[in-house]
């Protein structure tokens, strides 16, 4: 069965530090790749996305992932976080065929982010 | 353009009793899920409909849980009867096809006593 694997439980950070968050997932076809970031309170919002095409995606609040497909991983990058980034952040891949799920995304357990002002 | 509405936000029930949620998904969105997410997990699916066919139920508990989505619209999630480990957090979203990002709604917090 596909899985997502994100590395880190709870990151704890101070401002202006470089965030690098983990996701590995088990899937050998084509995949589409999303993170997902819940801030307190809040509900899932998409923070980008993977399709097709340069494997260094940007999304919003100056986050951007790269994905390797010789390594399965999608990780999550951000120079300098800030205290408002503190949330939880969720990898998920969507297989486009075969093993049953294609349409479906599979979710990382998350990462929780605590970001020190 | 309004997002993804649940209700209801909080729901708190004794075991064996049932339970409903409400799901209205964005406007022109034909594809809905119901997801379930436990504490320190991420969203597993349940159910997803592709407007009022639900074409992958693997993963919802038949025995006591039901979903319905009349004419492809909003959709209803029932469980009956709940049971403790039912406590979590079920989320619906919705996308304009499958593949494409889903856009969650803000969930429904059950606790089952």
């Known amino acids: 069965a596909q899985s997502v694997s994100q590395h880190n439980h709870h990151v704890i950070l101070s401002e202006a530090a470089s965030l690098e968050l983990g996701c590995n997932y088990s899937?050998?076809?084509?995949?589409?790749l999303f993170w997902y970031v819940q801030y307190p309170g809040q509900h899932l919002q998409l923070l980008l996305k993977?399709?097709?095409?340069?494997?260094l995606v940007k999304g919003i609040k100056g986050f951007e992932a790269e994905f390797i497909k010789s390594k399965f991983s999608f990780n999550l990058r951000k120079p300098s976080v800030q205290w408002s980034d503190t949330a939880e952040y969720f990898c998920?891949?969507?297989?486009?065929?075969?093993?049953?799920?294609?349409?479906?995304?599979?979710f990382g357990k998350g990462t929780k982010l605590s970001v020190k002002p | 353009e309004a997002g993804v509405v649940q209700s209801p936000r909080y729901k708190i029930i004794e075991k064996k009793q049932p339970v409903a949620f409400w799901c209205n998904p964005i406007s022109g969105h034909n594809t809905l899920y119901w997801y379930l997410q436990n504490l320190g997990q991420g969203p597993e699916l349940l159910i997803r409909y592709e407007n009022e066919e639900a074409v992958d139920d693997s993963q919802l508990p038949k025995d006591r849980f039901s979903a319905e989505r009349l004419k492809g619209v909003d959709s209803t999630l029932k469980i009956q009867p709940a049971e403790l480990g039912d406590s979590a957090v079920y989320l619906c979203?919705?996308?304009?096809?499958?593949?494409?990002?889903?856009?969650f709604g803000p969930g429904t917090r059950l606790t089952v006593l």
């Open positions: 993977y399709f097709s095409g340069d494997p």
């Open positions: 998920a891949v969507n297989p486009l065929r075969g093993g049953g799920s294609q349409g479906n995304l599979i």
């Open positions: 899937y050998g076809g084509t995949v589409n």
């Open positions: 979203a919705s996308s304009s096809r499958s593949y494409n990002e889903q856009f």
